[in-house]
């Protein structure tokens, strides 16, 4: 952990040195970079102490499918799917509603409430503000209106929203976007996927943790997502260049876990994307020899974080 941190300090330091800075805006740089370290290496601690036992969540597969695989968490939209998981095993509910507290989101909620399997609600995928790339946009208040009904009506059920990263993968950014104070939701997912065409990046979740905390997001309120697709019809851009994604090997896998654990040593749960394809891509739950060999990696980490 660190690498990208540090890197920081530095290119700060050099940049104010070129430009003939004072030795009070140096020294105030670095001192914000080394109260930011501090921080985010505080928050991972509180985040290892505060959950004992990560659960293991992926989109898409059957209950017995994924279990194999020793995902614990299942990917459910119905009360009958809920209803017949395996013993041991949660379900967090895809709801697909960031509209705020319509009738069809009550129609959708109810009938999980007191549900003795139920984890929580995904609320919706990547909700984008402004609504350039998403749309409609979606605001804060709607998703904070959800989140607070949930919380009054399902107690105990936790809510969960994966983010839009707002910048590259040079400089991510949520900054003014959604976090606890604006929107009262639980967790959420950052999904850097750092295997790609053009470059291996581990760097790229460090960046990504970064700006997430600086946006108002405790390392104890994050979801890491691991890339467990490559291929298909995806795209993406590295460096400002058209590139794709690859799906990792499993020595990859485990870099990414490793690096992910000195953010999130226990996260309340994690997030394989995912178990399904979706767009012509290779996922976890593909049957070729390359899939097989990262979901055997992927079983291993599961099974390894669940004692």
């Known amino acids: 952990m660190g690498g990208c ?45 505060e959950h004992d036992i990560t659960l293991h969540y992926t989109s898409g597969g059957s209950a ?4 194999a695989a020793g995902f614990n968490l299942a990917d459910v939209q119905y009360v ?58 979606v605001s804060p208040a709607a998703l904070k209106a959800e989140a607070d009904w949930i919380r009054a009506n399902v107690p105990g059920a936790v809510t969960f929203v994966t983010l839009m990263d707002m910048g ?16 009262g939701i639980d967790f959420f997912g950052l ?27 405790p390392l104890n309120k994050i979801v890491p997502v691991f890339q467990a697709f490559g291929g298909g019809n ?22 990414i876990f490793a690096r992910w654990a000195t953010y999130a040593p226990n996260p309340a749960f994690d997030f394989a994307y995912a178990w399904g394809s979706q767009n012509g891509d290779t996922k976890l739950g593909s049957t070729s020899p390359e899939a097989l060999s990262l979901r055997a990696a992927f079983k291993a980490h599961n099974t390894a974080r669940s004692r």
């Open 5 to 49: 941190i540090m890197k920081s300090i530095i290119a700060n330091g050099y940049r104010l040195i070129s430009f003939g800075g004072s030795m009070i805006a140096r020294m105030g740089i670095l001192c914000v970079s080394a109260l930011l370290i501090l921080l985010i290496y505080g928050q991972a601690k509180l985040s290892a102490e």
């Open 64 to 67: 017995a499918a994924i279990a």
């Open 80 to 137: 009958e799917q809920l209803n017949a998981l395996p013993p041991g095993m949660k379900g967090l509910i895809w709801l697909d509603e960031s509209s705020g507290v319509t009738p069809r989101f009550i129609a959708k909620v109810t009938p999980f409430i007191g549900n003795p399997k139920l984890f929580g609600f995904r609320l919706c995928d990547e909700p984008d503000i402004t609504g350039k790339y998403h749309s409609p946009a």
């Open 168 to 183: 590259s993968f040079e400089a991510p950014h949520f900054m003014n976007t959604f976090n606890p104070a604006n929107t």
């Open 191 to 217: 999904d850097p996927y750092p295997v790609r065409g053009k470059v291996f990046d581990l760097d790229f979740i460090d960046r990504t943790v970064e700006a997430a905390v600086a946006a108002g997001i």
């Open 234 to 255: 995806w795209r993406t851009y590295t460096g400002g260049v058209r590139d794709v994604y690859k799906l990792p090997t499993p020595n990859q896998a485990n870099q």
